[in-house]
Structures are given as structure tokens and as C-alpha cells.
T-cell receptor, first 112, second 115 residues
């Protein structure tokens, strides 16, 4: 079946540090890939997405590139802010049921 | 205007009780979902429903049942609550034609505590 594996958190960084959160997936064919963010006390919201190999999704300074050869979709940001503190979820969706499968979530804590 | 709204936001109840969580979306979407998030933040699909198809995660106990009075609502009923049902339950919606490339819109979650 489909699955998404994320690095275990929490990831703790100082403001303006570089962020990478790793995500790899298992799926046949060509799924669409997503990053969602959950701020404290809120529901998840879409951060960025990529629908085919080599696509780069970007939003709010975050980027992720769909790498078919390594089945990865790592999230990066060049300079994090305290306001980026949240839980980040990698997800995939593909043909069949199309029901998105989520990774376990990675908590990011950014200190001033 | 809240796109996906859930009520109640917090629910504390005793083991063995029956409870419901309501969900409404005003986005005109045709597919709705229920996800369960445990204390370690794992997010697991419970149900997916549109006007043609109900998809149930086979690991979900039959004490849980979705009820959809219309396209804009998908309520979650839970019978004979157990301690392990304590979690945050998220409702979400999407448009089926966008399901491969489109996003899910989530409610704010309903925190259920079973004592």
C-alpha cells in the first residue's frame, strides 16, 4: 500500500537557521505529493504541492522538489522564523481511492 | 466565514457513552473525510464519503459510523466510547474532480476525551 515516512521530531532551530524536513514515500505509479502545516490549536492547511516528477512546489519561502528517483519530497526553507513553529505533514494522493495518506508529522520549534 | 466547521470543539465524556461530532462545509465540495489524530500526531483516515461512495478504513471499529444528511454535512457517531477513542478528530473536504491534484480543507478539530 501507499505510505509516507517523515523524520521524527521535534526539530529545534534558532531563528534564521536553514530547515530541512525529510519525507520519503512508497507508492506505485505517479502520486501527487503535498506538505501540510498545522499551527497550534488549528486544523491542517496546505503549504505546497507537486503533481509530477521534478516539479517544485513553493509557498511562504518553503520549497520541496518531487524526486521520483529517490521517492522523496523534502521540505526546505532558507531562513526560518518563530512563526514557522508548527507541525508539518507530508502526504501523497494517487489513483484508486485518491484518499490522501499522511506521514506522522514533524514538529518544528523555532527559538528567537 | 468558516469553510469547514466542526462542533463541538471539545468533548469530555464517560466510557460507554454514545456521542456525535458534527461537520459542515460551505465550499460546495462533494467529498468529505474524517481523520483521527492521536497523541503522537499520527493522522489516520477513518472515512471518505461522497454522494456515491463510502470508503471505510478497515481498521476502524464498527462503533464508529459516518452519517451524511446532505452533501455539505458528514457527522461522526461513536457508540460505546472507550478510553482509546480519546484523540482529536478532524473533518475535511475536497472536490472529487481535484482529488489527485487538489488539496483537502480541514476543520479545526474536535478534541474528544474519554474518562
Amino acid at each position: 500500500g501507499n505510505s509516507v515516512t517523515q523524520m521524527e521530531g521535534p526539530v529545534t532551530l534558532s531563528e534564521e537557521a536553514f530547515l530541512t524536513i525529510n519525507c520519503t514515500y512508497t507508492a506505485t505509479g505517479y502520486p501527487s505529493l503535498f506538505w501540510y502545516v498545522q499551527y497550534p490549536g488549528e486544523g491542517l492547511q496546505l503549504l505546497l504541492k507537486a503533481t509530477k516528477a521534478d516539479d517544485k512546489g513553493s509557498n511562504k519561502g518553503f520549497e520541496a522538489t518531487y524526486r521520483k528517483e529517490t521517492t522523496s519530497f523534502h521540505l526546505e526553507k532558507g531562513s526560518v522564523q518563530v512563526s514557522d513553529s508548527a507541525v508539518y505533514f507530508c502526504a501523497l494522493s494517487k489513483g484508486g481511492s485518491y484518499i490522501p495518506t499522511f506521514g506522522r508529522g514533524t514538529s518544528l520549534i523555532v527559538h528567537p | 466565514d468558516t469553510a469547514v466547521s466542526q462542533t463541538p470543539k471539545y468533548l469530555v465524556t464517560q466510557m460507554g457513552n454514545d456521542k456525535s461530532i458534527k461537520c459542515e462545509q460551505n465550499l460546495g465540495h462533494d467529498t468529505m473525510y474524517w481523520y483521527k489524530q492521536d497523541s503522537k500526531k499520527f493522522l489516520k483516515i477513518m472515512f471518505s464519503y461522497n454522494n456515491k461512495e463510502l470508503i471505510i478504513n478497515e481498521t476502524v471499529p464498527n462503533r464508529f459510523s459516518p452519517k451524511s444528511p446532505d452533501k455539505a454535512h458528514l457527522n461522526l457517531h461513536i457508540n460505546s466510547l472507550e478510553l482509546g477513542d480519546s484523540a482529536v478528530y478532524f473533518c475535511a473536504s475536497s472536490q472529487v474532480r481535484d482529488r489527485l491534484t487538489g488539496e483537502l480543507f480541514f476543520g479545526e478539530g474536535s478534541r474528544l476525551t474519554v474518562l
